[in-house]
Structure formats: structure tokens, C-alpha cells
């Protein structure tokens, strides 16, 4: 599917690079609310692009949450009545993130996660995932002012990103040209789709960005029960991929992340931090990252607080490298694996 600036392009075919450069850039000013706005161009060509092309791909809008709390969702309904959610964040350093979603439901069913119980129903186009991130920009704007800024992008939402990978490459790179967000804010998160995996090893328009596998066991029994996707060999096929991905980006800026999330009395014993301990430190370059699962009325718990503790003194004694996310949102159904388009 064309995006809007290959419509544009067919629209105008005579324009030249810097004129469409002009238009995408005035498409992520969130001071700009509609073509009418765009005076860079000539009446007669915004009358066009008003008749012609949707200034967002969404046709509804509806937050959640308030934004004191530091965290808030927003359902966006699409042209065609889909509904996808999105999520904005601010850390403790007061940064702003966004998480974005890639598909209308998925395929992958990870059992802990509401996004995987739908299904699914469509991929996003590269249009609907970037105006994601345009309706925050906005919506700060609006809110909080100018001096407010999204410094980081995580494609965590609802979807499998690997599984829409053209349109996921498309929206990394407009990002990447139209904002001031750069390669290691943005990190994209996936079961680990292996084909697609080797693809952004030779991908010369694969941008840099950052990697985060959910990984959620080291042992293939549990992770094949959390995750009806994973197989077999998929752990040791995983490692070798990670050990040439390595080689060719691995530095400190583009370590690869392993997540975890922690499911009481699933994976979250000893011996399954000894199992991602052993198996994190044949890869080398990774950093595993520890994420409570808090998901109101699901089919989880979530690992208690000793417990977290427990498991991630077992890695740090073994010399892994280790974080915990700050979980957030879960009174809004917009934590981790809560997604799911209501
Ligand atoms: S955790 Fe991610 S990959 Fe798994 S079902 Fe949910 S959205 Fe899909």
C-alpha cells in the first residue's frame, strides 16, 4: 500500500525532491493541524491534498488516563473502523516515550497477553503506525506546550512488528528523517521471527534502531507454553542469529535486549534465572531486562517483588547484565500485555 507521501508523489508527479521533503516534514509538525496549514505550498496544491489525501489516518480519537500520572492510552479508530491503541509515557527523568502498535491484533498468541487472545485482523500501514506517534506530538503540544518533547519510540504495542516488516522499515525510517528522535531511542521489540531477523542483517535500509527479543524463558518447555510461536531449536537457532547480529552492530550503543516478563511459578525460579544466565552469557553484548507482569484479571500473576529480587541477584552474581522496567499504566489497561483495542 502507497503512503502518503508515494500518493503525494503521484499527485505531483513533477515535484521535486525538496518540495516532498517540505510537505513529510510539515506532516510531523505538530504546530500544523491540516494542509490548510501548510503555506509552504500553493493554494491550488493544498486544495488538492485536502480533496486528495487524509491528513491522519485515523478518523476517531479517545484517551485514557491523565496525563499527571504520567501515563496515558488512546484508542484510535481507522478508516475502515479498526481500533489499535497506543500508549504515551514519561520516565523518571521526565522523558517522554511512545509506545506504538504495528498490527490490528496478532498472531504470535503469547498466552499472558490480551493483544495475542484476538488474533488477527490486519497489518498497520506505515501511515497508521507513524500518526501514532504524530497524535502524541499533538497532544502535548496541546496539553503541556512546546517545551514538552517525545524523545523515544518502542514498538511494544499491539502486534508483532517483524510480521509487518516493510511498513514497520517505512515508518522507522520517516521517523528517522522528520524528527529529532534518533537510532538508539527507538527500540522495536519481537517474539523473534527468525527469517525476518536474518533480513535486517542484510537490509541496507534496515536503520540501526534497537533491538528488544521477548525472550520470557531460556528453558524451550516453558518458553513453548508462554509462547505457542516458539519451536524446538528456536533457542539455540536464536543464540547464533544473536551471535551475528553481534558482529555486525554490536557495540555499547547497540547491545540487544532480552525481555523477560516475570510470571509466578512459571518462569520465575532459580533455576530458570540459572537457565538465562547460562544461556545470555554464551551470546555475549545482551542485556536482559526484567519486566513485572501486573495485568489485572488475566490468566497470570505476576512475580512477587522478593521474588524479581531473588531471580535478579541470581544474574547479577553470574555477571549478567540486568534492568526491571518501571511498570506503568495498568489502572488504564495500557501495561505490558494489556493491550487489546477496548
Ligand atoms: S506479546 Fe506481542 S507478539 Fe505476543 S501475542 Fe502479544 S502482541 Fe503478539
Avoid at 265 to 273: E, H, T, W
Wanted: aromatic share 8%; glycine share 6%.
Amino acid at each position: 500500500m502507497l503512503n502518503r507521501l508515494e500518493t503525494i508523489k503521484e499527485l505531483f508527479p513533477k515535484a521535486q525532491n525538496f518540495r516532498l521533503k517540505q510537505i513529510e516534514c510539515a506532516v510531523f509538525d505538530a504546530a500544523i493541524s491540516g494542509w490548510e496549514e501548510v503555506t509552504t505550498l500553493p493554494q491550488a496544491d493544498r486544495q488538492l491534498l485536502i480533496e486528495k489525501v487524509p491528513w491522519v489516518s485515523y478518523r476517531a480519537a479517545e484517551t485514557f488516563g491523565d496525563i499527571e500520572d504520567d501515563v496515558i492510552k488512546a484508542l484510535l479508530t481507522l478508516s475502515d473502523d479498526a481500533k489499535i491503541e497506543t500508549v504515551l509515557m514519561r520516565n523518571r527523568r521526565g522523558h517522554w516515550s511512545v509506545c506504538v502498535s504495528t498490527q490490528v491484533g496478532c498472531a504470535m498468541r503469547c498466552v499472558f497477553c490480551a493483544t495475542g487472545k484476538m488474533g488477527l485482523k490486519r497489518n498497520l500501514t506505515s501511515d497508521e503506525i507513524v500518526d501514532q506517534l504524530r497524535f502524541w506530538q499533538k497532544y502535548l503540544l496541546t496539553n503541556l506546550g512546546d517545551e514538552e518533547r517525545i524523545t523515544n519510540v518502542v514498538y511494544m504495542g499491539m502486534g508483532e512488528p517483524m510480521n509487518n516488516y516493510e511498513a514497520v522499515k517505512d515508518s522507522l525510517n520517516r521517523i528517522l528523517l522528520n524528527t529529532e528522535i534518533g537510532e538508539t531511542r527507538i527500540t522495536v521489540s519481537t517474539v523473534g521471527v527468525l527469517p525476518r531477523l536474518d533480513q535486517i542483517l542484510d537490509d541496507e535500509d534496515w536503520p540501526p534502531v534497537r533491538l528488544a527479543i521477548s525472550l520470557h524463558s531460556a528453558q524451550n518447555e516453558v518458553r513453548k507454553q508462554l509462547m505457542p510461536s516458539s519451536y524446538d531449536d528456536f533457542l539455540p537457532k536464536l543464540a547464533d542469529w544473536a551471535r551475528r547480529y553481534n558482529q555486525k552492530f554490536g557495540n555499547r550503543r547497540h547491545h540487544l535486549t532480552f525481555e523477560y516478563i516475570m510470571l509466578a511459578g512459571v518462569n520465575d525460579s532459580s533455576q530458570a534465572a540459572e537457565a538465562l544466565a547460562d544461556y545470555v552469557l554464551k551470546i555475549d553484548n545482551v542485556r536482559v531486562n526484567l519486566i513485572p507482569y501486573n495485568a489485572s484479571g488475566a490468566d497470570y500473576e505476576g512475580s512477587s517483588e522478593e521474588t524479581l529480587e531473588r531471580f535478579m541477584s541470581v544474574l547479577e552474581q553470574r555477571d549478567v547484565t540486568v534492568t526491571v522496567r518501571r511498570s506503568q499504566g495498568q489502572e488504564i489497561a495500557a501495561a505490558c500485555g494489556q493491550l487489546a483495542g477496548k
